[in-house]
């Protein structure tokens, strides 16, 4: 079962995601996922796995995860499979336009400037 508000939380998704330079949207793993550089930051999820999870998984730095989670446990998680990696999930419901764009942003600088690092290693 898919949640209804879900469509709406995904519109903020994307929005946000729109604006940042050599994005691309595509299903991966049956779910809107957001590249830079062919690299992904971002994977939107609805209700995985019967989960009840309305949320966006992200990319982030070493010692993130364990911090936003400690200190908002509402609002951010460790999501499975990408988790064990750092990355963070964060629950739509439970964050404003202006911090979810701070921390997709985040996410996104941090895969782009690894695709920009490797690129240069190999160039």
Partial sequence: MKLP???E???RVRSI???FRD???RLSHGAPTFFTGGKTFAMFVNNHHNDGHIAVWIAAEPGVQEMLISTHP???FR???VGPRGWVGIELDQIDDEDLASHLTDAWRLIAAKKRASARRLG
């Fill in 5 to 7: 508000e879900a469509e």
């Fill in 9 to 11: 939380h995904l519109k």
């Fill in 17 to 19: 995601c729109a604006a």
């Fill in 23 to 25: 994005v691309e949207e």
């Fill in 74 to 76: 509402r609002t951010f």
């Fill in 79 to 81: 999501p499975p499979y």
